[in-house]
């Protein structure tokens, strides 16, 4: 389950890579505009908001998520992204932290390439720091004796979750596509207690809080919370700094 409140902690620094990579479509008057997995529809907005006279569809797996879209005026409803497919009018399809999700994934981009008209535009960005502390201490904790009977089954993302941006740059050139691949490093600046903790609880934790019940949520965050806090020392001033590598790919379909 998705908690779209959770989510939006620190929405500002969580937009940063939407914006970055929306930023490098250039199409000019899409006819359709797609946004797989679009949230809490924060960020949809904004793209109806750019092009104003493209109709804009918005999809997510969560209830939750669909819920507080509709809220924000967002004609969002659910689905599953794996089973997607364009409508021939689509001219721009926009993926943002979705993809680490889908094992199949590769796949997906290779049949939507196939699918999308010419001159269509697919741009996707996933988070590239699953083998940062924040993820490998939580996987460490989840696989130990006290956790491991409680949480078997659960799917945290592994290192192999997404590949490099010269992968993904090889993936859509092989299908003919004009691609431009790259990452992106944000230092973002985390405040108060348990920083690292209360951002990740709204993303990477989610499979974790959705199997356990609430006391057993909380003695897992306990647990993690120092291992966190000594992998991420706050500085004097209050300040977490938390590295967000994020991994980009936009690709114009021949």
């Given amino acids: ?31 359709r505009v797609v946004d797989l997995g679009c ?4 960020l949809t907005v904004t793209l109806a908001r750019r092009w104003p006279d493209a109709v804009v569809e918005a999809i997510d797996s969560s209830p939750e998520m669909v819920a507080a879209a509709r809220e924000a005026g967002v004609a969002a409803r659910e689905g599953d992204v794996t089973e997607w497919t364009p409508r021939p009018d689509t001219d721009v399809v926009v993926t943002n932290a979705v993809l680490q999700w889908v094992p199949e994934h590769r796949q997906l981009l290779r049949r939507w390439v196939g699918e999308l008209p010419p001159g269509a535009w697919l741009a996707m960005q996933v988070p590239g720091n699953m083998s940062a502390p924040s993820h490998t201490l ?9 956790w491991a009977e409680r949480l078997e089954g659960v799917v945290l993302r592994e290192d192999d979750a997404v590949d490099t941006p010269q992968q ?11 691609v431009d691949a790259w990452e992106t490093t944000y230092n973002q600046p985390l405040t108060g ?29 306990a647990q993690l919370a120092p291992l966190l806090e000594e992998a991420y020392p ?12 994020r991994v980009f790919a936009v690709a114009r379909v021949p």
Avoid: H, Q
């Avoid at 706050?234 to 590598?245: E, N």
């Fill in 138 to 146: 939580t996987r460490r904790l989840a696989a130990s004796p006290e």
């Fill in 39 to 42: 949230g809490p529809g924060n």
């Fill in 168 to 178: 993904y740059a090889d993936l859509f050139a092989d299908l003919g596509c004009a």
């Fill in 193 to 221: 207690e348990n920083a690292v903790l209360e951002w990740i609880s709204g993303t990477a934790l989610r499979p974790v809080r959705a199997a356990l019940p609430d006391a057993d949520w909380e003695t897992f965050r």
């Fill in 1 to 31: 389950m998705w908690d779209p409140a959770k989510y939006l902690d620190y929405g500002d620094l969580r937009a940063r890579p939407f914006f970055e990579l929306v930023a490098r479509v250039e199409a000019e008057a899409p006819r």
């Fill in 234 to 245: 706050p500085r004097v001033d209050g300040t977490t700094w938390f590295p967000f590598r």
